[in-house]
């Protein structure tokens, strides 16, 4: 079947500027999950959603970083205002259920602030 | 507070060989997973073996195995008959709670014809 895909694959931004980067989880996969991946940072969690809910968005960076999630399927990620330190590769990844532990990974959107 | 510690920035093996990469980790809790992933220059993190804590015996998937040392918090991978397709980072992972992950920094493997 089908993997977890997100999109764009790609996207170069000016500084200021919102982005939305999207994950569409793999059919199923209730749980689902942000991570963002840097030269400097390594790979860190951001949040984590349980259908529709968020019960952990403790890694979200600032209140510049927002995300939701609809119909138990799709999630978008926004970014207000980007800034350089936004560039990175942002992943994202779903699992069966909250216990299932084994979480597949998209392929990411490498972002680009300049 | 989970941490992963992976002290191997970079490894080299020649082809049909064998290398071990190491991790330690560290959680207060008595229930967890713990992962390998594998990242090609592709991007895409492919999710190479996991091990359940509460299992003493070693995880195994084809020429992939571990050593869980539970009682020294430490979770090697031996990739056994090296292949150039294992060239890529490999990042060691914790889970508890079925919630995050947390990274290891990642061994970026080399496998040499």
């Known amino acids: 079947g089908a993997g977890v895909s997100q999109s764009p694959s790609n996207k170069v931004t000016e500084k200021g500027k919102d982005v939305e980067l999207r994950c569409d989880p793999i059919s199923g996969h209730t749980a689902l999950y942000w991570y963002r991946q840097s030269l400097g940072q390594g790979l860190e969690f951001l949040i984590y959603?349980?259908?529709?809910?968020?019960?952990?968005k403790s890694g979200l960076p600032s209140d510049r970083f927002s995300a939701e999630r609809t119909g138990g399927s799709v999630s978008t990620l926004t970014i207000q205002r980007t800034q350089q330190e936004d560039s990175a590769v942002y992943l994202c990844?779903?699992?069966?259920?909250?216990?299932?532990?084994?979480?597949?990974f998209g392929p990411g959107t490498r972002l680009t602030v300049t | 507070a989970q941490t992963v510690t992976q002290s191997q920035p970079e490894m080299s093996v020649q082809e049909a060989e064998t290398v071990t990469l190491s991790c330690t980790y560290d959680?207060?809790?008595?229930?967890?997973?713990l992962f390998w992933y594998k990242q090609p220059p592709s991007r895409q993190m492919i999710l190479v073996i996991r091990q359940e804590a509460y299992k003493q015996q070693n995880a195994t998937e084809n020429r992939f195995s571990v050593n869980f040392q539970k009682a020294a918090k430490s979770f090697s991978l031996k990739i056994s008959d090296s292949q150039l397709g294992d060239t890529a980072m490999y990042f060691c992972a914790l889970c508890t709670s079925g919630s995050r992950l947390t990274f290891g920094e990642g061994t970026q493997l080399t496998v040499n014809p």
């Open positions: 959603f349980q259908g529709n809910s968020a019960p952990d």
């Open positions: 959680t207060s809790e008595n229930n967890y997973y």
């Open positions: 990844a779903s699992s069966l259920r909250k216990y299932s532990y084994e979480q597949y």
